[in-house]
């Protein structure tokens, strides 16, 4: 049987007990403040990072993982026997995927698999969960890859927008949108559609209208939901974690899990903005 490990970067929003549970390698993107970098998740937490945005008044710039850091995580696992697959923040948010490549292009291996996730947050961390059980059940490393890649499109990631300021402030609405999706109180839906971020349907007044556009679509889907993982990922928004909690229980899910967006997603959508992903049969 395959020796296999699993990798993914920050972003993937696991919990630190998933990632210890399931023996996933996590690598980090980095955070910039102008000449200050940090580690995503390792040497900036998001509440720090929303502090140091309210002291600069300005959001911070993401990076992508280094081919060198890769270089070195992948061949550090090599060197133990292992065949390695990776799947992170999908290649049309982040160069991050393209790095990876250029590690496996210098160290030569054929038992370095990469997938391209087309997805963010917690929904490349379904896939790197669904990935990690399939392992456990004995796959190679073939037919995991071929699995994964097969599910990709049945992913479904959606986040409700708490504050239209981080969109306006990292150049992805303007700033008329800005304001009148202020002054009318509208939270917009983000969905991950073919690999890109895509605005759905629009909530207006308080968060819970938001919110319940995604749980009555998921509500919605009860008997197509792929029923072992499910997450609710969310960027310091605790009130509408329990208001989502108290209206899915009933999913049939084996896993509901609760999850924290990273700085590198929450830069992206601002403080108080909530998800629910999963996976459709």
């Known amino acids: 049987m395959d020796k296999i490990k699993i990798i993914s970067d920050s972003t993937c929003d696991l919990t630190h007990e998933l990632v210890i549970k399931y023996d996933i390698e996590i690598i980090p993107l980095y955070v910039n403040f102008g000449e200050e970098s940090f580690l995503d998740g390792e040497t900036l937490t998001v509440s ?3 502090d140091k945005i309210k002291q600069c008044g300005y959001l911070p710039k993401t990076a992508a993982v280094a081919p060198g850091t890769f270089a070195t995580r992948f061949k550090h696992y090599l060197d133990q026997g292992y065949k390695i697959i990776y799947t992170g923040i999908g290649s049309k948010f982040s160069a991050t995927l393209q790095s990876a490549n250029l590690a496996k292009q210098l160290l030569k ?3 370095i698999h990469l997938i391209d996730s087309g997805n963010l947050s917690s929904g490349t961390g379904l896939l790197v969960l669904k990935a990690c059980q399939y392992r456990d059940q004995g796959d190679d490393v073939i037919t995991i890859t071929q699995k994964i890649k097969e599910l990709i499109p049945k992913v479904r990631t959606q986040f409700v927008i708490n504050t239209m300021d981080y969109l306006y402030k ?3 609405c303007n700033s008329l949108v800005a304001f009148v999706g202020t002054l009318l109180k509208i939270k917009p839906i983000i969905k991950v559609i073919n690999g890109e ?3 759905g349907k629009k909530g207006h007044g308080k968060i819970t209208s938001g919110l319940d556009i995604l749980i009555n ?5 009860k008997d197509q939901l792929d029923e072992d993982f499910l997450m609710v990922t ?3 928004a605790d009130e509408s974690v329990d208001y989502i909690k108290a209206r899915i229980k009933n999913l049939p899910i084996k896993n509901q899990y609760t999850t924290s967006a990273g700085c590198v997603i929450s830069s992206h959508c601002g403080q108080g903005c909530i998800g629910i992903l999963y996976i459709l049969k």
Do not use: K, P
């Open 109 to 111: 291996s054929t038992d």
């Open 234 to 236: 969310h960027s310091m």
């Open 197 to 199: 971020m895509a605005v």
């Open 217 to 221: 679509e998921v509500q919605g889907l």
């Open 170 to 172: 990292g150049g992805r």
């Open 48 to 50: 720090e990072m929303y």
